[in-house]
């Protein structure tokens, strides 16, 4: 004998199911909404100056867009004899000490997050606007060389830089464009960007002074952090933890480095030696915690390595000197002088600058 459920068990089983559904629903509306949400106000508030916007204040800067500008006034007045390549690890770099040490000109042209095509596209563009360059420093990072094909999205909205690569008229189709916008709103999705949102309202509604500024030669100031100098070890420990998780989305990724990058750097080596511009590269420092904290979380233990034997293979190859400055020990460098777990200070920069100075022409 079967046994038909009952008039109001189905009503209960329908009843069940619809209020599952309408909760589904509502939960994954509500996810969507605020998804929607944050990306709008990401996109609108847009403190990197990511997108374009321009309403609020930036927190950074688009430093290709500014150093390009900026070394046209500097080599307009006098010729530029030699320049730094790097990204922001290399921007202490000071000019003014190169310049005092070997009687030349020098501007820093280092750029945010800079990777091996970068380093050439400056190269290019700027050895073509001054035919004088003599002399090139090149701040090497280890992620400078990721396996990854993607390009820093300031860098593919560059026309000028993209050119140098060898990109004409529309630098990316409708499709690369949209993977760009999205790869962005991923990046957003951290602390240290919502952190920079937070910055950029305070700064524009309390006119607030920029959190970083350059020189007319291109060197880095962290007014804000330069303005924290004394602040004590805590501060420095509270801005290298912030590092880690940045730097371990970088290296999580990154498995071997790209032949695609080293032949980039070779281009770049081999045209500046046809030039007979004088080369000098070392390998960018971390500060000893973050680099303890890499060797758990990621690759980059084998990745310096294999960094190492590269920069070796490329110093024999091309006859140029190299250094190995990826620890503050290898230059002569302390833990204290650091302004987070990747970018060292004003003392740090001078010890290695004077291990650098080594490798230049003396003074005249």
């Known amino acids: 004998m079967s046994h038909r459920p009952s008039k109001k068990a189905v009503n ?38 990511d997108f374009g916007t321009q309403i609020f204040r930036q927190v950074t800067m688009d430093s290709r867009i500014t150093k390009m500008a900026l070394f046209d006034l500097y080599s307009r007045r006098t010729p530029v004899d030699g320049i730094v390549i790097g990204s922001s690890r290399s921007m202490k770099v000071s000019p003014s000490l190169l310049e005092a040490a070997t009687q030349k000109r020098w501007f820093n042209f280092s750029v945010d997050s800079a990777q091996a095509e970068d380093y050439l596209a400056i190269f290019r563009w700027a050895h073509r606007r001054d035919i004088h360059l003599s002399m090139l420093a090149i701040g090497l990072d280890v992620e400078a060389l990721h396996d990854s094909s993607a390009m820093d999205a300031r860098l593919e909205r560059n026309p000028m830089l993209m050119a140098e690569l060898g990109y004409k008229g529309n630098v990316s189709d409708v499709y690369s464009r949209v993977q760009g916008f999205l790869r962005l709103l ?16 305070v700064a524009t509604f309390y006119h607030l002074p920029p959190s970083s500024s350059f020189d007319a030669n291109g060197l880095l100031h962290y007014n804000k952090w330069e303005g924290e100098r004394n602040s004590g070890p805590a501060a420095l420990n509270a801005r290298i933890s912030q590092s880690k998780e940045e730097y371990r989305r970088r290296f999580q990724g990154m498995h071997n480095l790209s032949i695609v990058r080293e032949e980039e750097i070779e281009t770049l080596l081999d045209e500046a030696g046809r030039d007979k511009i004088r080369i000098v590269l070392w390998i960018t420092p971390l500060h000893p915690t973050l680099i303890t904290y890499l060797e758990k979380e990621s690759n980059y233990e084998a990745l ?23 620890s503050p020990e290898s230059f002569g460098g302390t833990d204290d002088h650091w302004f987070d777990g990747a970018h060292i200070d004003d003392v740090n920069a001078l010890l290695l600058e004077k291990r650098l100075e080594k490798a230049l022409p003396a003074k005249r």
Do not use: H, M, W
């Open 304 to 326: 310096l390595e294999n960094t190492e034997n590269y920069v070796r293979d490329i110093g024999l190859r091309f006859e140029i000197p190299v250094f190995d400055f990826s």
């Open 186 to 201: 991923k990046s957003s999705l951290s602390r240290s960007y919502a952190q920079d949102i937070l910055e950029s309202l």
């Open 12 to 49: 209960d089983a329908d009843t069940y199911y619809c209020s599952r559904n309408a909760f589904c629903l509502r939960f994954f509306g509500s996810i969507i909404i605020l998804v929607g949400c944050y990306s709008a106000l990401v996109v609108l508030v847009d403190p990197r100056g």
